[in-house]
């Protein structure tokens, strides 16, 4: 049977207009700019300012990607939300309903993915999957976080890190098999004996807040950083290589990594393991530092902006996060202009 493919049309991004340079934070957290740049190339991360959600950032790179893909917000524009996030507005309902229905797109299925860092890509499997299997035909995927609503002011390895913003992208099925766009290949994996090395203790059923549990520190996101480091490292290659492999993909056939942007170091040890010169990494965690979920929509829009990704283009996106999940996605880049 021929299955259905599917393709990227419409690729929209927003920044939350704050943005926090490395300086501001050194003047409340013992840190340096000397630290945080050689560390982990970040200069700066925008953080949504009090009353920002998740949500809106969504909703505003919804928008975004609906416009970029020609259509207008309404009950036709799409029939499936799947919006990835860490930081969603409340436990309790997920937030893909209120970004579905304040974009005006009807009654159209609408859920959340948790995967952490590795949530846009899970999220764009999920999407891909409900269109082959004829669920859907077109899909807004949204990734989109407000890391600063779960950060310890006084820890300084998180502060220095992560970032606040939303990106978003428009699946469609596609009329053939070998337009520019088409999503060719992807790996997904989990390994839940790592759970405590990326976590926010408290809030969910594990750790229950009855009134008098001393739970305020741990509602805050941890991460045990070095172990993550090098676990980042192996399953983004490993995940990559999957799909290079299920392709027949030469490393030199990839004309851009689009790799989570954790760690300049992370990203440059990835394609080294690879075979892909660095230069052909895209970066752009300098400027938005970590957003976990948002981060390689946020990148991608960064490039096609540039330049850089430009129509039949040969991508390979690949992302690790807390869970630990993981997973790569490999595509040739659609003709579309990012908003
Ligand atoms: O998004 C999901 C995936 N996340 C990641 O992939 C993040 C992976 N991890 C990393 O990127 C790095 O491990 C970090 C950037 C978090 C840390 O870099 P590192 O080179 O692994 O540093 P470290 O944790 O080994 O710490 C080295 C030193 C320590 O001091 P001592 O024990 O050597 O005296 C830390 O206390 O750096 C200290 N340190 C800092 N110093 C100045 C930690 N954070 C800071 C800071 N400023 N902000």
């Known amino acids: 049977m021929h299955k259905q493919a599917v393709a990227l049309v419409g690729l929209g991004s927003y920044l939350p207009p704050q943005r926090i340079t490395n300086e501001a934070l050194c003047e409340r957290l013992d840190t340096t700019d000397e630290w945080i740049t050689s560390r982990t190339g970040i200069r700066s991360r925008h953080w949504a300012g009090p009353g920002v959600a998740t949500g809106d950032l969504a909703v505003e790179a919804g928008h975004r990607a609906l416009k970029s893909a020609g259509l207008a917000a309404g009950p036709d524009a799409v029939d499936l939300v799947v919006l990835a996030t860490t930081t969603p507005d409340h436990p309790c309902p997920a937030t893909a309903p209120d970004v579905a229905s304040r974009l005006g797109l009807g009654p159209v299925p609408a859920y959340d993915i948790a995967a952490v860092c590795s949530g846009f890509l899970y999220a764009l499997a ?7 299997a004829g669920l859907a035909r077109r ?3 949204i990734g989109a976080e407000t890391y600063s609503t779960i950060l310890d002011p006084a820890d300084r390895t998180t502060n220095v890190i992560f970032g606040d913003g939303a990106g978003a992208v428009v699946l469609s099925a596609a009329p053939g098999d070998d337009e520019d766009g088409l999503l060719l290949g992807m790996d997904l994996g989990s390994d839940g004996a790592g759970r405590d090395l990326i976590t926010i203790p408290a809030g969910g059923s594990r750790q229950r807040a009855t009134p008098g549990t001393a739970v305020d520190d741990d509602r805050y996101f941890t991460m045990h950083g070095k172990q993550v480091f090098t676990q980042a490292v192996n399953r983004m290659t490993e995940s990559s290589q999957t799909v290079l492999d299920q ?7 990839v004309d851009w990594l689009v790799g989570h942007q954790a760690n300049v170091r992370i990203l440059n040890a990835v394609a080294r393991g690879l075979g892909i010169p660095p230069e052909r990494a ?3 965690l300098d400027r938005v530092g970590n957003t976990s979920a948002a981060s390689i929509p946020l990148a991608l829009a960064d490039a096609a902006s ?3 990704l430009v129509s039949g283009a040969r991508v390979l996106l690949t992302a690790f996060g807390g869970g630990l999940t993981w997973g790569a ?3 040739t880049w659609p003709d579309i202009t990012a908003v």
């Open 282 to 284: 895209v970066i752009n």
């Open 126 to 132: 999920a999407a891909s999957a409900h269109i082959t």
């Open 306 to 308: 540039n330049g850089s």
């Open 247 to 253: 392709l027949g993909w030469e490393a030199d056939q």
């Open 139 to 141: 899909a807004l995927v």
């Open 329 to 331: 996605v490999a595509l």
